[in-house]
Each structure stands twice: as structure tokens, then as C-alpha cells.
């Protein structure tokens, strides 16, 4: 098992920045891969931004060129770093982490919210 701990998320006018943070325990060693999901109300939850074991990385079109995300594995920490935020990036985000099994692990999410 993995715990999942985010912290970060907030109230922030439109064209702000945020950056979300995500610490690991247990067995994350174990980790392959780890990414942040969102998911806003009466919507899917979706993905946002993905990173592998091997420093690879994947966006969501609606994300890229705004959103990084980074993994500082001494401090078994990932971060989202959310620059140009729209209204339209409001929802709950979740820190995902998946073992070298397949099994998924989630955080319990962080609200963002971005005003008009």
C-alpha cells in the first residue's frame, strides 16, 4: 500500500499560479509511475499530468504550456506547478500513484478553485 498526502490547493484569481504538492509513504518503493487527476463537478475525473519512473511526462491538451509537473524522489514528493489559471482548471485535484503491480493508489484531493 501508499499513502497519498496532497497539499496546496486554493482560492486564486484567474492568471494566478499554484502549485500542489503530493508526499508519498509506505511502500513507494513500489511506485512506476505517478500523476494528478481533476475532477469538477457533474464531470469524469480526467487526468492532468503524468510522470514515470523514467522522468517521461504527459499533458492534458487543455494543460500544456501551463502546468508542469516534477517529482523530487529524496522527498518522495510530487508537484503540480499550475501557472495561467482558468476558471475553467476548477475542481478537485488528486495525486495518483501507480505500482510496478498495477495497483492504483489515490490521495484524499485538494480543492482548487479559480475566480473570474
Known amino acids: 500500500q501508499v499513502q497519498l498526502v496532497e497539499s496546496g490547493g486554493g482560492l486564486v484569481q484567474a492568471g494566478g499560479s499554484l502549485r500542489l504538492s503530493c508526499v508519498s509513504s509506505g511502500r513507494f518503493f513500489t511506485i512506476n509511475r505517478m500523476g494528478w487527476y481533476r475532477q469538477a463537478p457533474g464531470k469524469q475525473r480526467e487526468l492532468v499530468a503524468v510522470?514515470?519512473?523514467?522522468?517521461?511526462?504527459n499533458y492534458a491538451d487543455s494543460v500544456k504550456g501551463r502546468f508542469t509537473i516534477s517529482r523530487d524522489s529524496a522527498k518522495n514528493t510530487l508537484f503540480l506547478q499550475m501557472n495561467r489559471l482558468k476558471p475553467e482548471d476548477t475542481a478537485v485535484y488528486y495525486c495518483?500513484?501507480?505500482?510496478?503491480?498495477?495497483?492504483?493508489?489515490w490521495g484524499q484531493g485538494t480543492q482548487v478553485t479559480v475566480s473570474s
Open positions: 510522470t514515470n519512473s523514467g522522468g517521461g511526462t
Open positions: 495518483n500513484a501507480r505500482t510496478v503491480y498495477d495497483d492504483d493508489n
